[in-house]
């Protein structure tokens, strides 16, 4: 069973930055990829931003240039660095890993706010 666990969400003032970091229970490496997905109230759940194995990225267009995808392979950690952040990025945001399975986090919620 994989496990992944979401930290760094909370309230920062529209223009602020947050880092989500996302851990996970086995070697990172071992998925196909692993991105970032939010889910605003009432809202269906979007991807944010996805980094396969190799490396590749991909990032929603609402987002590029102001949120970046990193990761640690010592750590088994994939981060979302979010920068010049806007109330419309306000939402629950949770990591995902993909292999032949999906598996998801608990979720960490993100608020921005003046």
């Known amino acids: 069973q994989v496990q992944l666990v979401e930290s760094g969400g909370g309230l920062v003032q529209p223009g602020g930055s947050l880092r989500l970091s996302c851990a996970a229970s086995?070697?990172?490496?071992?998925?196909?990829?692993m991105g970032w997905y939010r889910q605003a109230p009432g809202k269906q759940r979007d991807l944010v931003a996805l980094?396969?194995?190799?490396?590749?990225?991909n990032y929603a267009s609402s987002v590029k240039g102001r949120f970046s995808i990193s990761r640690d392979s010592a750590k088994n950690t994939v981060y979302l660095q979010m920068n010049s952040l806007k109330p419309e990025d306000t939402a629950v945001y949770y990591c995902?890993?993909?292999?032949?399975?999906?598996?998801w986090g608990q979720g960490t919620q993100v608020s921005v706010s003046s």
């Open positions: 086995r070697n990172i490496f071992s998925f196909a990829d």
């Open positions: 980094i396969t194995a190799g490396g590749i990225t």
């Open positions: 995902n890993a993909r292999e032949g399975s999906i598996y």
